[in-house]
């Protein structure tokens, strides 16, 4: 276990903060140190066919040690943190035996990790939390799940007597910004299916995510003298805030969970001249999804009719961009690649729990590049924020997973 605490400090303690303004690929040059790091590590394991591109994107094989044929699988993680809280100067606390109260995570500033809001920490009383000093996020998001991939590929080179197809093993950068699966070369990559390792508490197992699109609305206003304005000035807020009201109302994030779809205005900026508004739009279905996106469209298309005479031109402009999709039409077809993932879990003693993810992951995107890619528990939880924490016990049980997953794939009855 110690190993595993000293592997995972020695990633968190590297800041690797993505930038979404960045038009490069890593988007932060500081992304390097932990990826070069990374590839020094995985060839001084013994990995094979260790190879980090222009774009930081590092793979590595575990070659075979059976003789009969078996599928290729990989393993995915993301080493980049997100921008929404600082991932700089991480100096990590080991809380070991947690009794089930309040961490202090920060005296001087009187920041506490409690049970009392967060009530998952119950789940891991007795074991050993890595929690944050209360400055920074812990970036367990997703470096635990670099951790474990790396632990799981140690441990099956010093035990050969585990017998395991060809593994593959994917490192990205900018998963946080949406960009982890752009740059991704999946022909190279070369796999048969794939898991990211990506998700919060034990067990959880997700193949299943949001259809997602964005959209920008344009209102084109008048501006005239207020004191002259009469059958004259078009105000475009007013127009934006007639769009916004013929939103369903309960159809928003705040009143919606499970398989419930929403639309969620992220952006208002306007003048009387011009308005934009700016909106996502989410469902797990793909019927819906396209309901959704189809109101947009009518909705704007009503409005610019009921405006046609006074402004002679379309005053409300649309833009629809579909962002990924639900993964669950790549994955339903090859199934057995859940199940795996879901008797190796049992065979641990781990429940699995299977729910759909109300947002994306990179397995969402390479899963529509043609790499099939659930999405497993990597054990953290309270994602990028200060009150992140792992419980060292669920990156052990996560790095099992793996070699289990590896060693299930190659039996000859699955
Ligand atoms: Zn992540």
Redesign the pocket.
């Known amino acids: 276990m110690q190993h595993i605490i000293d592997r995972f400090i020695s990633y968190v303690t590297i800041d690797t903060e993505s930038d979404p303004n960045s038009p490069t690929t890593p988007s932060t040059a500081k992304q390097w140190d932990l990826a070069n790091k990374l590839v020094e590590e995985l060839k001084a394991m013994g990995m094979q066919d260790v190879t980090i591109d222009e774009h930081a994107y590092i793979m590595a094989t575990l070659p075979s040690n059976v003789e009969h044929e078996v599928p290729t699988i990989g393993f995915v993680s993301?080493f980049d943190t997100t921008p929404d809280f600082t991932g700089a100067n991480v100096k990590p606390q080991i809380v070991e035996n947690y009794d089930g109260g309040d961490i202090i995570l920060n005296k001087e500033q009187n920041i506490v990790l409690s049970p009392n809001y967060f009530e998952d920490l119950l789940l891991y009383k007795g074991q050993t939390l890595i929690t944050t000093d209360g400055t920074t996020l812990l970036g367990a998001?997703?470096k635990a799940?670099i951790t474990e991939i790396m632990s799981a590929m140690e441990y099956l080179i010093q035990h050969p007597e585990i017998k395991h197809g060809k593994i593959r093993v994917g490192f990205t950068p900018d998963?946080?910004i949406g960009r982890g699966a752009h740059k991704f070369d999946v022909e190279k990559f070369g796999c048969d299916w794939a898991y990211t390792m990506?998700g919060s508490q034990i067990g959880e197992l997700e193949y299943e995510n949001f259809n997602a699109a964005g959209v920008k609305v344009t209102f084109k206003g008048k501006s005239v003298h207020p004191g002259y304005a009469k059958g004259k000035m078009i105000n475009s807020m007013l127009l934006a805030n007639q769009f916004i009201s013929k939103l369903p109302k309960k159809e928003v994030p705040q009143k919606t969970k499970d398989y419930e779809g929403f639309f969620h205005v992220t952006d208002i900026a306007g003048s009387i001249e011009e308005t934009t508004v700016s909106l996502i739009i989410r469902d797990h279905s793909m019927k819906k999804f396209t309901k959704r996106k189809e109101f947009i469209h009518k909705l704007t298309k009503k409005m610019n009719k009921k405006w046609a005479k006074q402004f002679g031109e379309d005053i409300v402009i649309t833009e629809i961009k579909d962002q990924y999709f639900n993964m669950k039409e790549k994955v339903k077809p090859v199934f057995h690649i859940v199940e795996i993932a879901e008797k190796a879990m049992k065979e641990l003693g781990i429940t699995p729990i299977i729910k759909p993810i109300r947002g994306g992951?990179d397995g969402s995107q390479l899963s529509y590049m043609g790499l099939p890619c659930p999405n497993i528990f990597?054990g953290g939880h309270n994602?990028h924020g200060k009150y992140e924490y792992v419980p060292v016990e669920s990156m052990v049980k996560a790095t099992e997973v793996i070699v289990k997953i590896a060693e299930l794939t190659a039996k000859k009855d699955q």
Do not use: L, S
């Open positions: 993301h998001d997703d799940g998963e946080e990506d992951t990597a994602f």
